[in-house]
């Protein structure tokens, strides 16, 4: 609902949107023809903006946005500093997403992209895991996207042991205090 009043001759809007009490001015002179435009045209345009969400329609919330209130809750965490240049670099690339539009499938996607050994993405994940879990506390998500991802363990190379021909040709050419070391290893 809105309404047209006039304030030191021109002509005002009175509206609610989203519970708030809204006065605008049109900038029009306190007519007859003007009172007839703005009731005709302005307003019915204004309350299909209203309806539509085009006025004052919350910002979605992006996931840097979490990422400030994530950060102020480590702030005093002992190892804020070692750990902030990985936080950065998640918040660096999901910064400025709507958190609710960020799927598993991205989260998944960018932790198998990271070049570093499998022990190092769990710090990449857990920062995911807490920031979507500040959503899910704001109410702006149901379920954490980083949640459950199973981390593939690096392919470890093949150990290659010495032949026992090998290790006789260590242990006779070995000097001093190592070979009793080397016949004990």
Not at 85 to 106: G, H, M, S, Y
Not at 134 to 147: E, H, M
Request: glycine share 4%; net charge positive.
């Amino acid at each position: 609902m809105a309404n047209v009043y006039v304030r030191g001759n021109k002509l005002w809007v009175d509206y609610f949107v989203e519970g708030r009490r809204v006065r605008k001015a049109t900038g029009l002179e306190d007519t007859k023809s003007n009172r007839a435009f703005v009731n005709k045209t302005i307003i019915p345009k204004l309350l299909t903006m209203i309806a539509t969400g085009e006025i004052h329609r919350r910002q979605p919330k992006t996931f840097g946005h979490y990422f400030k209130v994530f950060l102020t809750l480590k702030d005093s965490n002992r190892s804020y500093f070692v750990k902030k240049p990985i936080w950065d670099k998640v918040n660096a690339r999901f910064k400025d997403l709507e958190i609710d539009k960020i799927t598993r499938l991205d989260v998944k996607s960018y932790i198998t992209s990271l070049p570093i050994k499998a022990v190092s993405k769990g710090a990449y994940k857990t920062v995911l895991q807490e920031v979507f879990e500040l959503a899910i506390d704001d109410g702006i998500l149901s379920t954490n996207p980083a949640v459950n991802i199973k981390l593939r363990d690096d392919s470890q190379k093949k150990i290659e042991y010495f032949s026992k021909e090998e290790v006789n040709l260590i242990l006779s050419n070995a000097e001093g205090i190592m070979k009793p070391y080397l016949m004990l290893a």
